[in-house]
């Protein structure tokens, strides 16, 4: 297992690379080149560039995220076959560059939805994301882009790209008369021209889930319970095909047994990296994204990496969305302080668990 950590480049992140360093237990980090718009080719330039500065820093890049799908893919127009090829050559560029992980999603116009990007926290006044889904009764779509956008604190966020949101009345038009039938028989087409290409260069995607676990706006959600995720492994039954678990994602619904599924597709070797966060539920579809200590949220963090460790989890895993704590500003969800104090907690519990097996094989 390594332990990793979300950054965006040095354009864009103001966190810079020296900090990360100086997380124990950091490895290297989840990469992305967010100024790219879905569909177009990352090319070779662009990916050494940005490799070849990450290691500079003495840290590793061998997963990439949010390389996004273009939402022709997704709708199944005949537009997607020349998205696909440039999906194909920047999995053949990304491979060359030393890149073993590609995490991507296949949600409909939204990657990530919240009703507020600060929200604070009343027992420590601290700040975080938070959802509740009254609140965002009344809201349009487009209503909802402007509050997210004006909220960022003028940080681009991954799924909120301009670029893929100017043309929101039209996509969303175009979507009502896709169900998640349609959607998921589109992702076994993507599935099938790609997988190949990633079996040939030894890629692993890495599918996200649903955020949050639920269908928002009438639009079709296909990844959000164990039960769909088992049919989006059967899309295309390959060792490259592959799930990036993330508990928060999955945890917004109560339904969903972390733990559980974590050994479910870790048995099956299905779990290439995961992102791994606690929530506070507040109500029904109401939550705000806790600190990772288990009795600030309401997920058990011991027995989720235990279930990791139990399952020979040899992928990667980093410390998800972060509260805003010491004053610090910055993107939204990803400060620097509350993600590393996460990371260090989830390397305290990983290392107990050793421990304790170690002990326990001895006796």
Not at 270 to 293: D, P, T
Not at 311 to 334: A, C, L, Q, S, V
């Amino acid at each position: 297992m390594k332990m990793t950590f979300r950054w965006y480049g040095k354009n864009t992140d103001k966190i810079p690379l020296k900090y990360i360093k100086q997380i124990p237990n950091c490895s290297g980090i989840m990469g992305m080149l967010d100024d790219i718009p879905a569909g177009e080719i990352w090319t070779k330039e662009r990916i050494k560039e940005y490799v070849d500065y990450v290691h500079e820093h003495g840290l590793e890049v061998e997963v990439i995220e949010s390389v996004n799908v273009h939402e022709d893919i997704k709708l199944g127009l005949p537009s997607r076959e020349k998205y696909i090829e440039n999906y194909i050559e920047t999995i053949k560029n990304l491979a060359e560059y030393g890149i073993k992980v590609i995490v991507y999603n296949f949600m409909p116009v939204f990657d990530w939805l919240r009703t507020d990007l600060a929200r604070e926290i009343p027992e420590d006044g601290s700040n975080s994301l938070y959802y509740d889904e009254e609140e965002l009764k009344g809201l349009t779509p487009q209503k909802i882009v402007e509050n997210t956008i004006k909220d960022s604190k003028g940080f681009t966020l991954p799924g909120w790209e301009p670029d893929r949101l100017k043309e929101l009345d039209e996509v969303l038009e175009k979507y009502k008369s896709v169900d998640e039938k349609q959607l998921l028989e589109n992702f076994k087409y993507f599935l099938e021209k790609i997988i190949p290409v990633c079996e040939e260069v030894g890629i692993k995607m890495a599918v996200h889930p649903d955020d949050p676990a639920w269908p928002i706006f009438g639009l079709p959600r296909i990844a959000h319970s164990k039960e769909q995720f088992e049919k989006i492994m059967n899309l295309v039954d390959s060792p490259a095909n592959n799930i990036c678990l993330c508990t928060g994602s999955l945890g917004s619904n109560p339904g969903n047994n972390i733990p559980e599924i974590v050994r479910y597709f870790g048995k099956k070797n299905k779990i290439a990296c995961a992102h791994v966060r606690n929530i506070k539920f507040l109500g029904y579809r109401k939550f705000r994204e806790s600190a990772h200590f288990s009795p600030e949220g309401d997920f058990d963090m011991f027995e989720i990496m235990k279930a990791f460790y139990d399952t020979n989890f040899d992928g990667y895993i980093r410390p998800d969305h972060g509260r805003m704590i010491w004053d610090e500003e910055g993107r939204p969800g990803y400060g620097l302080y509350d993600r590393a104090l996460g990371l260090e907690y989830l390397t305290g519990l990983w290392e107990a668990i050793e421990k304790m097996d170690k002990i326990n094989k001895n006796k």
